[in-house]
């Protein structure tokens, strides 16, 4: 029965996540702000899987934005080593199951330990057919549009086109972004892939990212198959 309600779906080829209210979850049953991370983590690891079992093509996460840096150093050291473990261990889980994991974002800034292993996963996995797993780490889109116009000026074109920098993007190959989801109740896309969520479907729900699984997803596919996606037409 389940595989049935399944085949009726539509299946989004790229979804896009944005993890938020691991502290708010944490607090609430009086941990720490570290606890809930870990939570989140964990929930990552089955939302990937679900999604890859669903046919999704590819999983963008907004796992750490620009703005984030104004976050207390010691949660921000926590992070990029919670980053650092979950990229040595799962992600490499990713390319052994034939994953493909990509990052998104100025890498640049990021601890060097963080750089080595986002590296060593994405060289292996960069030959994988799997599903596609897009993580968003130190990324802003208002930084990304911009990075790349300047990349396109600075090879000496005067006019540019809406392909020129959809070529120049941190997610140029990935298919089109289909729906962006955002757990915790709040409404706004926080900087997360502006250029390409601009016919996404927007889907906002009140539970907090730690308490995400399978459940969640196929409630989410199906909100989405009832979805009417015009394009500015009419059907």
Request: proline share 3%; net charge positive; charged share 25%.
């Amino acid at each position: 029965m389940k595989d049935k309600k399944e085949n009726m779906l539509k299946i989004p080829s790229h979804i896009g996540f944005i993890m938020d209210g691991n502290g708010r979850w944490a607090s609430q049953r009086g941990l720490s702000r570290s606890d809930g991370h870990r939570q989140g983590a964990e929930a990552l690891k089955s939302v990937v899987k679900a999604c890859s079992q669903r046919g999704i093509k590819a999983v963008s996460i907004y796992a750490f934005s620009c703005e984030n840096w104004s976050r207390p150093q010691a949660e921000i050291k926590f992070l990029f080593s919670l980053i650092t473990q979950f990229a040595k261990k799962e992600l490499k889980k990713y390319a052994d199951c034939g994953y493909r994991v990509m990052f998104s974002g100025d890498l640049s800034q990021l601890p060097k330990t963080t750089q080595n292993a986002i590296k060593k996963v994405v060289d292996a996995s960069k030959g994988n057919d799997g599903i596609m797993v897009n993580i968003a780490l130190n990324y802003g889109s208002r930084q990304e549009i911009v990075k790349a116009v300047n990349t396109i000026l600075q090879s000496g074109i005067r006019e540019v086109d809406e392909q020129m920098i959809e070529d120049c993007l941190y997610t140029a190959g990935l298919p089109p972004l289909d729906v962006v989801v955002r757990s915790s109740g709040e409404k706004r896309l926080s900087n997360f892939m502006l250029w390409q969520s601009a016919y996404s479907e927007l889907i906002f729900i009140d539970k907090y990212w730690p308490d995400f699984d399978e459940a969640t997803l196929d409630e989410i596919l199906l909100e989405y198959s009832n979805r009417d996606r015009r394009f500015g037409g009419i059907k």
